[in-house]
């Protein structure tokens, strides 16, 4: 990129008045950017009004109108139609309900994600305390203040302003956060998840407190691993319920997509875990997906269900009569989207499994006409002017959508494992016979062999010394 008052990027003899420049460049489309998202949220809004002022004149009940909307606007906008719900809603605040902050975020002062703040901490205030709120932050007479005020001051001074002015729903609102209190569970990356649990302050600090002190109290008996390794490991062996280093003796079922060659010929292919977690854990590498197999089979902990595919790649199975999809085609479903929402841009985990054609209209209940869907995804589809049809993309299974607008988005199924070329009928010519403790994780002879094993707590070390070896190393394949 040529950059004003400079040949190159890489240009070292710029004079102090064009890099001035250039921060001045940098300010401007900062708030071009923010003016830019004041008219896209004019346009949802635009948008959802027409739509449901078109749904109403079909005669569409009132709390179904307006159902594919989200779904339009998270397309557009290249994201999930969870988040399109959330813009959708937070602009007709800022369009309806807060001139003044709509204004700051059209004249580039505000961003976007301070004016979602306003919205979302006057969530809970009418619309006379919240118009309050927003003159007096946002108004014209504040604009110089609200520019040199940091996110966390700003969410400050709307607290102060909404309990001063209703008290009592500042105490509604508190005591309804204390009955929404839940744990939940998300992917994170490399294997790991965050297991996260919403709970009021003062019993989230003390069980914090407890577990540090009790990591601390361990970590100076001479425990090698770190204070925080060692309170994730009491959590765990807490909630389960299990002896110190036992905790992943639970019973699990583990779906994981992976082809013949990966688990039983060492291949070096990723296997993908579909329903670790509620979105499944994803990629997997090859070494860390024979351990799971391994050791679900040498403690007798877990049920793994491997799912192969045929030499074209596409998963199989029949086509049922059933009007629901039977619980193995379901599974099927949910693995070829690797447990990921159809939809394009979609993060959400799969809820649903749902004709492309519908049912009512001869679509069959099968692998082909059958797709994963996240619940709000599967009611959008729903909406007046909506159609489906089942293409093909690269030989992979592909969903064709059209909207009420007459655009047009292609959701392709993920590429699944390729298995192995030549199916072999017994043990492949210089390789060992594997027993069902010695999966091994083979590499390619240019890599040499990969050794996979978890960082273990040293009593569960040691408890492990009993078992078979689980060193997962052996020699490479000969190749002459």
């Known amino acids: 990129m040529i950059l004003p008052g400079a040949t190159d990027i890489g240009s070292g003899d710029v004079s102090r008045a064009v890099q001035a420049e250039w921060v001045d460049l940098l300010g401007e489309l900062e708030a071009v950017k923010n003016a830019i998202t004041a008219t896209q949220a004019r346009l949802a809004v635009a948008l959802d009004e027409a739509t449901r002022a078109d749904e109403a004149g079909q005669s569409v009940r009132a709390?179904?109108?307006?159902?594919?909307?989200?779904?339009?606007?998270?397309?557009?906008?290249?994201c999930s139609p969870h988040a399109g719900a959330g813009f959708v809603s937070t602009s007709r605040v800022w369009v309806t309900q807060m001139p003044h902050t709509f204004a700051a975020l059209q004249?580039?002062?505000?961003?976007?994600?301070?004016?979602?703040?306003?919205?979302?901490?006057?969530?809970?205030?009418?619309?006379?305390?919240?118009?309050?709120?927003?003159?007096?932050?946002?108004?014209?007479?504040?604009?110089?203040?609200?520019?040199?005020?940091?996110?966390?001051?700003?969410?400050?001074?709307?607290k102060e302003l909404a309990a001063r002015l209703d008290v009592h729903a500042c105490v509604k609102r508190n005591a309804k956060a204390v009955s929404e209190r839940r744990v939940s569970i998300r992917p994170a990356p490399d294997l790991m998840v965050y297991l996260t649990a919403m709970v009021p302050m003062a019993e989230g600090v003390q069980a914090y407190a407890q577990l540090k002190t009790h990591a601390e109290t361990t970590k100076?008996?001479?425990?090698?691993?770190?204070?925080?390794?060692?309170?994730?490991?009491?959590?765990?062996?807490?909630?389960?319920?299990?002896?110190?280093?036992?905790?992943?003796?639970?019973?699990?079922t583990i779906n994981l997509l992976v082809s013949d060659e990966t688990l039983l010929a060492g291949g070096n292919q990723p296997a993908v875990m579909v329903e670790g977690a509620p979105a499944g854990a994803g990629v997997v590498p090859a070494p860390v997906a024979r351990h799971l197999v391994a050791h679900a089979i040498d403690t007798d902990t877990a049920w793994v269900r491997s799912i192969?595919?045929?030499?074209?790649?596409?998963?199989?199975?029949?086509?049922?009569?059933?009007?629901?999809?039977?619980?193995?085609?379901?599974a099927l479903l949910r693995a070829r989207e690797q447990g990921i929402c159809a939809s394009p841009w979609c993060d959400a985990p799969i809820r649903h499994t749902d004709h492309i054609t519908p049912h009512a209209q001869g679509g069959p209940t099968g692998l082909d006409n059958g797709q994963g869907l996240c619940a709000r995804c599967n009611h959008a589809k729903q909406a007046p002017g909506w159609s489906q049809k089942t293409t093909r993309h690269d030989g992979r299974h592909a969903v064709e959508?059209?909207?009420?607008?007459?655009?047009?988005?292609?959701?392709?199924?993920?590429?699944?494992?390729?298995?192995?070329?030549?199916?072999?009928?017994?043990?492949?010519?210089?390789?060992?016979p594997r027993s069902r403790y010695s999966i091994g994780c083979h590499a390619t002879p240019a890599h040499g062999a990969i050794a996979y094993r978890p960082s273990l707590p040293r009593r569960r070390?040691?408890?492990?010394?009993?078992?078979?070896?689980?060193?997962?190393?052996?020699?490479?394949?000969?190749?002459?």
Request: proline letters at 9%.
């Open 308 to 330: 192969y595919v045929n030499p074209h790649g596409r998963l199989l199975a029949t086509t049922s009569t059933s009007r629901f999809h039977p619980q193995g085609l379901a």
């Open 107 to 158: 004249a580039g002062v505000l961003s976007p994600w301070r004016a979602t703040l306003l919205v979302r901490e006057t969530s809970h205030l009418s619309v006379e305390h919240r118009g309050l709120i927003d003159e007096e932050i946002c108004g014209p007479a504040h604009l110089a203040e609200l520019a040199r005020m940091g996110t966390r001051r700003l969410v400050a001074r709307i």
């Open 220 to 252: 100076a008996g001479g425990d090698e691993r770190g204070v925080g390794q060692i309170m994730a490991d009491t959590l765990i062996e807490r909630v389960t319920a299990r002896e110190p280093g036992h905790a992943a003796d639970v019973p699990v």
């Open 63 to 78: 709390e179904r109108r307006g159902r594919g909307v989200p779904s339009q606007v998270g397309a557009a906008l290249r």
């Open 401 to 432: 959508t059209s909207m009420p607008t007459g655009h047009t988005y292609v959701s392709v199924a993920p590429k699944p494992p390729a298995p192995a070329r030549t199916p072999a009928v017994g043990p492949a010519p210089s390789r060992v």
């Open 461 to 480: 070390a040691r408890a492990r010394s009993r078992h078979a070896d689980l060193s997962w190393i052996h020699p490479t394949r000969n190749t002459s």
